[in-house]
Structures are given as C-alpha cells and as structure tokens.
C-alpha cells in the first residue's frame, strides 16, 4: 500500500526588493520564487493590491506561472503586487512588492498671454500651470530666452516655483521666458511668453546747427530734438520760456521734431524746452538757451573769511557773474528765504554775529532777463563748542551684582571727544571716551563701592 503525503507548499517570495521603480511605457517583469510547491504541486497566480490581475493583455504570465511581465507599464498600473501559491491541502502569499509607476509631467503653460507688455519699474508675475506634475513631483525652473534665469535678487520665485516676479522690472530683463517642468521620466518646457518692457521717452536731448557763439540777429537756425523710448518716442512739442505759442518767427518741422528760427531776433532770445512722448509715464523734457546776445555767466560765490566760521563771528558772501546786461542777485538758503538777521546789497550778504542755525547752503541767483539764470551754491559750516545735552543712567538706583549703563550726549560742531568718568578721593578714572554726539558704556556687576 502506497501512503502519499499532501502538504502545503513553502510561503513564495518575489525576487524583486520593494519598492520597484520603473517608467511609464516600459516592460517590467516580477518573479515568484517557492522553494517547495508542495504535494500536490500547487499552482501559481498573481494578485494586485490583494485581488486578481486585470484581465488586460498587457498583464502576461509565464505557463509555469512564475513570471508576471507588464507590458508598456502604465501609470494606472501602480499598485502592490504579490503571488500566491495554492494546492488542496493550502495557501500560501508573498509578501507584496509595490510597482511605482514614475511618469513625466505634462507639458506646463504660462497663464500670461504674449507678449505681456509692462512698464518699467512693475513688478510683474507669470504663472507656471502644470495639469500634472508626474510621478515623482516634477521640479519647476524658469528660463530666459533658454537659459538660466539671471542671478539677481529682482527674480523672485513661490514657494513652489510656480510663479515668477520680476521686482522693478528693467528695460533688460526684455526676454521670453519659459517654464520647465522636469522628473526622473522626462522634461517638458512651455512655449515661451515674450515680455517687453516698456519705458517712457528719455535721453532728451536738442542739437542746434549752430553754435552759440553764431546766434547772431537775423541769422537763421534749426535746433532738432530726439529721445529714446519704447514704444519709439512719437510726440514733440516746444515751449519757450515755459509758454505757448511760440514767438513769431519761430516754427516747427518734421512733425515736430525740429524747431525753426527763420530770422533771429532779440525778441526770441529764451529757454527753448522740447516735450518728447511715447504715451508711456510723463513727458521727457530737454532745453537750450536760445539768445542773441548772453546770458549769466561764471556766477561764483565766495566766502569771508572762510566757509568754516565760528558761531558768534561775521561772513560775507559775495556773488559775481559775467553778463550783458548787467544782472541783479537773488539770495536763497536752503531752497528758502536767508536768515532774518542777514544783510543783503546786490551780489553781497553779510551775516554779523552768526549762530549755528545759519549754517546750510547759499545760493545767489543772477538774472539779466535771459534764460537760463546763473546761479551757485556755497556751504556755510557754523562751528560751535560742545555742551553736555543729558548724562544719566538707564536705572538709579541699581542693585547690587546688576549692571548699568551710562549715557552721554553732547551737541557740538565738529563732534566732540566724549569721556565718561569716575571722580575719586585721589584721582580720576576713565571709564570710556569716544568721538562723536553720544557716548555710552555699561558697568558690570555693580556693588556698593560703585556709588557716585
């Protein structure tokens, strides 16, 4: 009598360490490894994510049932595969091997239509869409004009990278630019979004066909003004002396660019200002002095005794300018009127006894009633001693083992040379000396023997 023995077969285990990695579209093949099938030999069948294969041609296994190949893997197709191998008497399953699917990301887009136009100075943004970022997360970059971006602190990126601000957009960062979205299965770059950046007209500027020198009554001449811009400056207009019309004489050409003295006269004498457009910000403006004869020249001030005088002491200021005719002055300090106690005749201003609020610029204006005026600036510095302004501590009283921090504050000009002090029974200690208007030191771990 033969007695046959059934048994279950060993537990299977797949050959492939988990995770598996593999690439959309690619073959990816998983083997079942049983050391004993078992008696009867039991059959092999595989599972995905606990259940059954789907029935897709895509899924094939071996006649002996220990090889599973995926064809063209696809991304739907991640999940946790094992084998299972049964026979009348049991089952046994492998533990799991999860497939992951890495795919690329889609092809991204910029949410901004091109060109995008902006003004420089803006601060614009474009926007990075990816529909999906693929498996694993794809990275996004920006590229300029193909390129890495420019290393700059003026571009700046999300959290994510997805979206791009260019902080005070300049006339150089004009570019296309492009996203990128990359992963371990591919690269996918946008098409590209052309930024231009536009800037109002400047670099004014006139060019007359004559020298000054030749602005000579009834004699003719031709000033043409140009400007840079984008869009291409298109506008001129002229004014002079700061009005409209033009004098009588004087005429415009090549709409507007060129301005046109047919005879010279006296009368026309003036700041000639050409206004350049492009529609973009304000107006750019430049002028020339247009004048038959000429206005103030070499204005000048000076200084005595010097531009450096103490508080207290006189100085005079005088202007000179070379001029036909002959000029009058005007005197301004600081953009505003002079000082109440100060004596002006003509090109002098004289100033007795001065104090410190006196110090500041001058400026004396010479005018003959053709534009430009003449003018210079002098810088009167008004010296005085230092004074103590505040001496104090920021806690008094302090405790013991604390510390406390000494404060000085001086008014002086120039700044001072500050020392701070202990005064004792047989002489004085420097405790801290510095230059300026504030001197301050900390005494550590005070005690009693501190006081004073």
């Known amino acids: 009598?033969?007695?046959?023995?059934?048994?279950?077969?060993?537990?299977?285990?797949?050959?492939?360490?988990?995770?598996?990695?593999?690439?959309?579209?690619?073959?990816?093949?998983?083997?079942?490894?049983?050391?004993?099938?078992?008696?009867?030999?039991?059959?092999?069948?595989?599972?995905?994510?606990?259940?059954?294969?789907?029935?897709?041609?895509?899924?094939?296994?071996?006649?002996?049932?220990?090889?599973?190949?995926?064809?063209?893997?696809?991304?739907?197709?991640a999940a946790t595969y094992s084998c299972r191998a049964t026979n009348v008497v049991g089952m046994e399953t492998s533990d799991g091997v999860q497939l992951v699917v890495q795919f690329k990301p889609a092809k991204p887009t910029i949410d901004n239509s091109s060109p995008v136009t902006v003004t420089e100075g803006d601060n614009p943004s474009l926007t990075c869409l990816v529909s999906n970022l693929g498996n694993p997360p794809a990275s996004i970059s920006w590229l300029q004009n193909g390129g890495a971006l420019p290393s700059h602190s003026r571009f700046g990126l999300s959290a994510n990278n997805l979206t791009l601000t260019i902080t005070g957009v300049l006339r150089a960062d004009a570019a296309t630019y492009s996203c990128r979205a990359t992963n371990a299965a591919g690269v996918e770059t946008s098409d590209g979004v052309q930024l231009i950046v536009q800037y109002p007209a400047e670099n004014t500027n006139i060019t007359c066909n004559k020298p000054d020198s030749q602005h000579l009554e009834?004699?003719?001449?031709?000033?043409?003004?140009?400007?840079?811009?984008?869009?291409?400056?298109?506008?001129?207009?002229?004014?002079?002396?700061?009005?409209?019309?033009?004098?009588?004489?004087?005429?415009?050409?090549?709409?507007?660019?060129?301005?046109?003295?047919?005879?010279?006269?006296?009368?026309?004498?003036?700041?000639?200002?050409?206004?350049?457009?492009?529609?973009?910000?304000?107006?750019?403006?430049?002028?020339?002095?247009?004048?038959?004869?000429?206005?103030?020249?070499?204005?000048?001030?000076?200084?005595?005794?010097?531009?450096?005088?103490?508080?207290?002491?006189?100085?005079?200021?005088?202007?000179?300018?070379?001029?036909?005719?002959?000029?009058?002055?005007?005197?301004?300090?600081?953009?505003?009127?002079?000082?109440?106690?100060?004596?002006?005749?003509?090109?002098?201003?004289?100033?007795?006894?001065?104090?410190?609020?006196?110090?500041?610029?001058?400026?004396?204006?010479?005018?003959?009633?053709?534009?430009?005026?003449?003018?210079?600036?002098?810088?009167?510095?008004?010296t005085y001693p230092p004074s103590v302004e505040s001496f104090n501590a920021d806690s008094n009283p302090v405790d013991e083992n604390n510390s406390v921090t000494l404060t000085c504050t001086v008014d002086s000009n120039p700044d001072s040379t500050i020392t701070i002090i202990r005064a004792g029974t047989g002489s004085d200690t420097t405790l801290a000396q510095g230059q300026g208007t504030t001197l301050s030191h900390t005494i550590q771990d005070v005690n009693y023997t501190m006081t004073g």
Not at 265 to 275: H, I
């Open 1 to 77: 009598v033969q007695l046959v023995v059934q048994f279950a077969p060993a537990k299977p285990t797949i050959s492939q360490s988990s995770p598996v990695t593999v690439t959309e579209n690619e073959d990816q093949t998983l083997t079942c490894s049983v050391s004993n099938l078992g008696n009867p030999a039991a059959t092999i069948s595989w599972l995905q994510d606990g259940g059954a294969l789907p029935s897709h041609s895509r899924f094939n296994v071996s006649s002996d049932g220990l090889t599973l190949t995926i064809t063209g893997v696809l991304r739907a197709d």
């Open 218 to 382: 009834s004699s003719s001449l031709e000033c043409t003004c140009t400007a840079d811009g984008v869009p291409a400056v298109n506008s001129f207009s002229w004014t002079k002396d700061g009005s409209t019309p033009l004098p009588t004489g004087v005429t415009t050409a090549e709409e507007g660019a060129k301005l046109v003295f047919i005879s010279l006269a006296r009368a026309q004498s003036g700041m000639y200002e050409c206004s350049a457009s492009n529609g973009i910000g304000a107006a750019d403006q430049a002028d020339v002095s247009i004048t038959v004869r000429y206005a103030p020249e070499d204005t000048t001030v000076t200084a005595s005794p010097s531009t450096t005088v103490q508080e207290g002491q006189p100085i005079t200021l005088t202007c000179t300018a070379n001029a036909v005719p002959a000029v009058s002055y005007t005197w301004t300090k600081d953009g505003g009127n002079v000082p109440s106690g100060a004596s002006v005749s003509g090109g002098s201003l004289q100033i007795a006894q001065l104090n410190r609020s006196d110090s500041g610029d001058y400026t004396c204006m010479a005018d003959n009633g053709i534009d430009p005026d003449g003018q210079d600036t002098i810088t009167v510095d008004v």
